[in-house]
């Protein structure tokens, strides 16, 4: 199973401290049936170049690929990005190399605040420039927007992704199983960032997933993984 959204780096955002965190994080993704994880730190076009957050995003996975080589079932890791939505992105120069492992397919963090027909037509300024576009944690933005954009947006190539906590909370479980059944959802990622409050929990959302709407949906949600990361 696929892990599209992780924060498993060590020491380069918000996500994992150390590489002892790191190294936790991983086991745990193991014990969870995991055998793909995309590494997708956060990216703030703001704030640092595309050439330096790659150099600091490689070594970073160097030592942790160093740490891991004697791991039993380590999973295989890909390096990409959350690319933070911001005005003028379907211009940045190296977009693509901030995609996942080989793929074309780039994580995007769009605001949380209504989107703008500027912003969707940005999102589609990136797809037809051959990349496709994941939108991250559709959960947080969704509330504040309507869903014939959302909708709008699919029907143009872009993939919505959910976090497993959206499936794992029995407030927001229906909800999110509803969605993925109607097919507005179609990845899941821990969105994991430490070993306490925003653990990895994705295989539970897989276990729910398929409980209460079959196993086909998990099969389906690695398959569009697996053909999105070109594995």
Request: glycine content about 8%; hydrophobic content about 40%.
């Amino acid at each position: 199973m696929i892990d599209i959204h992780s924060h498993i780096l060590p020491g380069i955002d918000d996500g994992s401290k150390n590489l002892r965190m790191s190294l936790g994080l991983i086991d745990m993704l193991i014990d969870q049936g995991i055998d793909t994880v995309a590494a997708t730190p956060h990216f703030y076009a703001d704030r640092v170049s595309v050439e330096k957050f790659l150099s600091r995003r490689q070594r970073a996975y160097e030592s942790l690929a160093e740490a891991l080589e004697n791991t039993p079932k380590a999973p295989k890791i890909l390096l990409g990005a959350e690319v933070a939505y911001y005005s003028g992105i379907s211009s940045l120069e190296g977009l693509d190399s901030l995609c996942i492992g080989d793929s074309s397919t780039l994580l995007l963090e769009m605001p949380l605040s209504a989107w703008s027909e500027y912003m969707i037509s940005e999102v589609l300024n990136i797809s037809c420039s051959g990349i496709t576009v994941v939108i991250a944690h559709i959960e947080r933005p969704l509330p504040r927007q309507k869903k014939k954009n959302i909708w709008r947006l699919i029907e143009n190539g872009v993939v919505i992704q959910s976090n497993a906590s959206f499936f794992n909370s029995v407030v927001t479980r229906g909800k999110a199983m509803r969605l993925l059944r109607s097919g507005f959802i179609h990845l899941l990622g821990s969105d994991c960032h430490n070993l306490t409050d925003r653990p990895p929990a994705i295989g539970s959302a897989y276990e729910h997933i398929e409980k209460k709407l079959g196993r086909s949906y998990v099969e389906r949600i690695t398959e569009t993984g697996n053909a999105l990361l070109g594995l």
